[in-house]
């Protein structure tokens, strides 16, 4: 099977998975509904006033972020492959009534559907570079897409995070590189669901700065941070901001990237 057939087969498994995670507990969207922001500190406070900005959400699952942007009063588009996805952040918008653009597109075609070099901010976060064959072209697309002077802003879970098990040990080199296929039976919202396979696709910090850089954009900041967005293993606790820690901080769990074309 190649990328292109593993990546179909991952779309399959997001539209499984989009209705779903609406009602999970894990994204509480009556809270969303009530007013909550899903989003977290770091990319508002990298971010900062989005008034009347032209915002790209790209992998932007069934839009939670992307209208909580357009809250912050930023004009949003959001992007997902998963047609089920964008349905649901179509009909969360309207139940809102946020404006919001939803579009259904791979990532890698985004330049072809969407207007290049016309957006102030474009953002991916939390769970999206582990779905990407080729992160250098992924950071080409995001160039393309920003105009001159705007800025990307990533979050993700550190890979150190696929590499270790709940107990802290190493099962796999950091290094290794290549389609990871696992046969899965539920989400990471807890939620069961009938077995499936998801194909990810490991990376590096050291790799994603050169794919940015490659790109043309210029690396602002790059931060690792010993905070988790959920309990993955009995030891961890809860900070006063939601965040999760291991005891005594030891590794980065997530790294975030601010960068400008
Ligand atoms: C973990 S979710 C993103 C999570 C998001 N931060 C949230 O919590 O709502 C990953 C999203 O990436 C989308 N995705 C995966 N591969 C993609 C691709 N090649 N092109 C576009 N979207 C993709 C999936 O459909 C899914 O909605």
């Given at each position: 099977m190649d990328d292109r057939e593993r990546v179909e087969r991952n779309r399959t498994a997001w539209d499984l998975r989009a209705?779903?995670?609406?009602?999970?507990?894990?994204?509480?969207v009556d809270g969303f509904r009530g007013g909550r922001s899903s989003l977290r500190k770091f990319e508002v406070e990298a971010l900062g006033d989005v008034r009347g900005k032209r915002l790209l959400h790209l992998m932007c699952h069934f839009g939670l972020d992307t209208?909580?942007?357009a809250r912050l009063g930023a004009e949003?588009?959001?992007?997902?492959?998963?047609?089920?996805?964008?349905a649901a952040a179509r009909r969360l918008a309207d139940e809102v009534g946020l404006p919001a653009r939803f579009?259904?597109?791979?990532?890698?075609?985004?330049?072809?559907?969407?207007?290049?070099?016309?957006?102030?901010?474009?953002?991916?976060?939390?769970g999206v570079l582990v779905w990407l064959p080729d992160l250098n072209e992924f950071a080409r697309v995001v160039a393309r897409m920003l105009r001159p002077?705007?800025?990307?802003?990533?979050?993700?879970?550190?890979?150190m995070l696929s590499m270790?098990?709940?107990?802290?040990?190493?099962?796999?080199?950091?290094f290794r590189t290549g389609a990871v296929d696992r046969?899965?039976?539920?989400?990471?919202?807890?939620?069961?669901?009938?077995?499936?396979?998801?194909?990810?696709?490991?990376?590096?910090?050291?790799?994603?700065?050169?794919a940015l850089s490659g790109a043309g954009l210029r690396?602002?900041?790059l931060d690792e941070l010993p905070v988790d967005l959920r309990q993955r293993s009995p030891e961890m606790v809860q900070d006063a901001d939601g965040f999760w820690h291991l005891p005594g901080d030891p590794l980065p769990l997530l790294v975030t990237c601010l960068a400008s074309r």
């Open positions: 209705g779903a995670h609406v009602s999970s507990e894990f994204y509480d209208l909580s942007w949003v588009t959001g992007v997902d492959f998963s047609g089920e996805a964008v579009v259904q597109a791979d990532v890698y075609d985004v330049a072809d559907v969407l207007e290049p070099a016309s957006y102030d901010v474009v953002v991916a976060t939390y002077g705007g800025v990307l802003f990533l979050a993700e879970f550190h890979p270790v098990d709940g107990e802290l040990r190493v099962r796999t080199s950091y046969q899965v039976a539920s989400s990471y919202t807890g939620q069961e669901m009938k077995e499936h396979v998801q194909t990810t696709w490991p990376w590096t910090v050291s790799g994603l700065v050169n690396i602002e900041r």
